[in-house]
């Protein structure tokens, strides 16, 4: 390493070059359930009218950025709001089992306080720990975390240097930066991924970087 004037030029790279896989991690669009507060997985619901609006912003965005792949949970909302990149994009939709919302199994289609109110006992015994604790016939956090956690190092593995439309559901894009942040999963709460929205983060062997975090395709800041 020597100085020219004041640019510094280094005799060898810094860090050895990897290869990048980069991920475009996408919250299907507005459903009723949503705007209800309610907990659910139930793979039969639709998109709404504004879900199908926010589908087709994401596609006319994605487009720009030039994905290789697209890739989608199984659940209805989300297939149908890949179907609407897809017209964008020219991708085909590959599914994948394991990127399904997070189970709430004797909650599904309730909100947190009908919870506390009908099921005083249950909805106490799970907030003691709401992390490694599951709802009854449900999932708990940590191994929805460790669910996803799995099934990104395949996808990585199996399209390494690609870069991915992944569209999916708010518990798992949580799942998938905690992952990239490497954030004790305790803070899985903290994390806001509204419908319609897009995160990019690029992942190699030894590093993942957040480019920017659950932006709308209409905000005016760069996202390339």
């Known amino acids: ?88 994009t020219s991708l085909k939709n590959i599914l994948q089992e394991d990127l399904n919302e997070w189970s709430v199994g004797d909650w599904e289609g309730r909100t947190y306080l009908q919870i506390k109110k009908e099921d005083p006992e249950d909805y106490k015994n799970w907030t003691t720990d709401p992390i490694k604790n599951a709802p009854p016939n449900g999932e708990s956090i940590e191994d929805l975390c460790s669910r996803v956690s799995n099934k990104l190092q395949e996808l990585i593995h199996t399209y390494e240097g690609k870069s991915i439309a992944l569209v999916t559901h708010a518990g798992v894009a949580r799942a998938i930066l905690i992952e990239a942040l490497e954030m004790p999963v305790r803070n899985f709460w903290r994390l806001n991924i509204p419908v319609g929205s897009i995160s990019r983060i690029d992942f190699s062997k030894n590093f993942a970087t957040v480019h920017y975090f659950s932006r709308l395709p209409d905000n005016p800041i760069s996202m390339s």
């Open 1 to 88: 390493m020597f100085h020219a004037g004041r640019r510094i030029i280094l005799s060898e790279e810094l860090h050895p070059s990897e290869t990048v896989t980069t991920i475009y991690l996408i919250r299907h669009g507005h459903t009723e359930p949503v705007e209800d507060g309610k907990l659910y997985n139930d793979p039969a619901v639709e998109l709404t009218e504004k879900g199908v609006e926010q589908a087709q912003a994401l596609g006319k965005f994605l487009k720009t950025l030039e994905p290789d792949l697209l890739i989608s949970s199984s659940a209805k909302r989300v297939v149908s709001t890949a179907a609407l990149i897809e017209k964008e």
